[in-house]
C-alpha cells in the first residue's frame, strides 16, 4: 500500500471505536475534502490485514473498525445495535498454561442486553 498521510489520521478517528468505513470516510473527508471513498475503504482494508485496526462483524452484516488497543470482548445487542465493550484483566481458560500471555483477542458476543 503507498504510504499516504491518510493513514495517521484513519488510526487517530478510529480511536472513537466502533466506526463504519463510511463514518470514517466522512470524518476524514473533513480534512481532506478530495478524499476518495474507494482510497479510504482500501486503507481500512489494509490497516485491518496489518493489524493495526479490527473489524467487527455487526448486526446486519455491516462492519465496525476500530484501533487495535486493550483487549476487550464486545457485546453486541442483536436488536438495538448497541455496543458495550467489557474490559478483561485476566483470562484463565481451562487447557491452557496460567503462564499464557495474551498478545491479542477478537471476541464478539451477540445477544440483548435486558
Known sequence: ??????????????????LTVDEIFEKLKKTYPKVGRSTVYRNVDEMTKLG????????????????????????????????????IDNINIPGIPYNFTVDYMNVDIYGKFN
Open 1 to 18: 500500500m503507498k504510504t499516504h498521510a491518510y493513514l495517521l489520521d484513519i488510526k487517530e478517528i478510529c480511536r472513537e471505536k466502533h
Open 52 to 87: 493495526v485496526l479490527t473489524k467487527i462483524i455487526w448486526i446486519k452484516d455491516k462492519a465496525l473498525y476500530e484501533l487495535i488497543g486493550e483487549n476487550h470482548i464486545h457485546l453486541i445487542d442483536t436488536e438495538s445495535g448497541y455496543i458495550r465493550d467489557l474490559g
